[in-house]
């Protein structure tokens, strides 16, 4: 049974810093590109960072290029976000996602599984 769990996520003040950890089980994780979706309240999921199998190449929506760090350790079935000058509009649950390939993905249709989501919020 494939399980995807993240976690780190929580109540930070604008300019802070969060890592969201996405720990992966009941998949050959290397085999997987993963990548992180949000999803604020009324609105759709949506791309912010993917991650190819080897971790050499990674995408991000230009809304957090340059505030947001993807990376991931094998060895770990890990795959984390590091979260850097947060704003209020960052607010949102996160989830990680799995999709079997060897590139990435910037879209939902291509995550074969999806983790719980974690809660971040941004205060101003």
């Known amino acids: 049974q494939v399980r995807l769990v993240e976690s780190g996520g929580g109540l930070v003040q604008a300019g802070g810093s969060l890592r969201l950890s996405c720990a992966a089980s009941?998949?050959?994780?290397?085999?997987?590109?993963m990548g992180w979706f949000r999803q604020a309240p009324g609105k759709e999921r949506e791309f912010v960072a993917a991650i190819d199998w080897s971790g050499g190449n990674t995408n991000y929506a230009d809304s957090w290029k340059g505030r947001f760090t993807i990376n991931r350790d094998n060895a770990k079935n890990t795959v984390y976000l590091q979260m850097s000058s947060l704003k209020p509009e960052d607010t949102a649950v996160y989830y990680c996602?799995?999709?079997?390939?060897?590139?990435?993905?910037?879209?939902?249709?291509?995550?074969?599984?999806w983790g719980q989501g974690t809660q971040v919020t941004v205060s101003s």
């Open positions: 009941g998949l050959t994780f290397s085999a997987y590109a």
């Open positions: 996602g799995a999709g079997l390939g060897v590139g990435y993905y910037i879209t939902v249709s291509s995550y074969e599984y």
